[in-house]
């Protein structure tokens, strides 16, 4: 099923994965089972995929380069583009993997949380400024609109750093696998409020969110949108009206 000949596209962000170490790595980090229906999106030429044939019940792939899923000829191929795909066509329990175009990392992963409550879990290989982004605490520099959408809904982990020679071509930054897992209680956070939010993350919340009913829900309005954690906001979407 792998191929080297391919020439990655920039339009795609394409970064080919082909350590066997890393691969092996990840492998042993998904766990997997007979039982799996897993999801891998951006298969590329393959290298994960042929670890993954064999391992798992139902093993399926997202690709939007035509040329690249023609030679995926073992697994059903979804031609498609992973932003805009309906991910509620597989069954409640898939798992999700995949070496994520780094242009698209972020409205990609905004995309997967409305499937939250479909999935298993998901493991990706990410830029690991975005990794570290979406696991980053309150009040820290890397905390933002993507550390409180995706806490509100998944446990995460960092699970390992990955060098840019584990790839072909060798990206310009470090990358990073990271573990989501649904919360059996998830937060509801309104995304306008978020958005407004963290639009405006330097000034104080009284003055990012005018009209917010910070009393309602408990919070200090002289403090800042970085300062709250995904429950404190899960209380401010349920007290206020934008």
Known sequence: ????????????????LHDPRVLAHLVEALQLSKDDFVV??????????????G?????????????????LGKVKVHVA?????????????????????YNISTPLLFHLARYADRVRDLHFMLQLEVV?????????????????????????????KVGSGAFRPP?????????????????????????????????????????ANFAAAGIDPTLRPENLSPADYARLSMNSIL
């Open 1 to 16: 099923m792998r191929s080297t000949s391919h020439v990655p596209r920039k339009r795609f962000g394409q970064h080919f």
């Open 40 to 53: 891998e999106i951006g298969p590329g030429e393959g290298a994960l995929t042929d670890r993954l044939l």
């Open 55 to 71: 391992k798992v019940g139902t093993l399926e792939v997202i690709e939007i380069d035509r040329d690249l899923a023609a030679r």
């Open 81 to 101: 583009d992973a932003l805009e795909f309906d991910y509620s066509i597989f069954p409640k329990g898939v798992r999700l993997i995949g070496n994520l175009p």
């Open 132 to 160: 570290e982004r979406m696991v980053a605490a309150p009040s820290t520099p890397a905390y933002g609109r993507l550390s409180v959408a995706l806490q509100a809904l998944f446990r995460m982990k960092k699970l390992f």
């Open 171 to 211: 990206p310009k930054v470090e990358s990073a696998v990271v573990r989501l897992e649904p919360l059996a209680k998830p937060l509801v956070v309104n995304e306008e409020l978020l958005r407004r939010a963290f639009s405006a993350r330097r000034k104080t919340l009284r003055n990012a969110l005018p009209g």
